[in-house]
């Protein structure tokens, strides 16, 4: 059976999650960034309810959660091409779709609901895996 469906959107969702991993490397950037860090104290600056803060908190924090969003990422990546081999040849459609429903799940409770899509389509694809059935033949020997 061939399973080309399920191929096309675990590779659809993998990309997605290569846009994660691209938008947790500008958060990274943005840490470094000077010019970041300038604008954001002028925010505090003119706005009173940020008076007291620490600006270089936030951008730790900016840079921490774009290494979050890269990992998480990298991870479901990582397991979505680990289900396509799994796939490949039909040997262990099962274990892919189970694989490919806990890394949808997961990953949206991870990144808070920002990888939505790519999660529905990797849950899209699981549940395709686990439905679909070899179709039967006919033995007239029997």
């Given amino acids: 059976m061939k399973r080309t469906g399920e191929f096309v959107l675990t590779i659809i969702g993998a990309c997605f999650f ?38 270089g908190i936030i951008t730790d924090m900016v840079t921490s959660g774009g290494w979050y969003f890269i990992i998480v990422s990298i991870l479901a990546i990582i397991l979505g091409i680990v289900s396509l081999f799994l796939l490949k040849g039909n040997k262990h459609p099962k274990a892919a779709g189970i694989l490919l429903i806990v890394v949808a799940v997961l990953s949206t409770l991870a990144t808070f609901l920002i990888s939505i899509i790519a999660s529905i389509l990797y849950l899209i694809a699981g549940i395709l895996c686990l439905v679909r059935k070899e179709k039967e033949t006919f033995n007239p020997e029997f």
């Avoid at 470094?32 to 860090?37: I, K, L, R, V």
């Fill in 18 to 55: 290569v846009f994660l991993t691209l938008f947790g490397i500008m958060f990274v950037g943005l840490g470094d960034n000077n010019e970041f860090t300038q604008e954001m104290e002028s925010i505090a600056a003119e706005d009173p309810a940020l008076e007291g803060v620490d600006m």
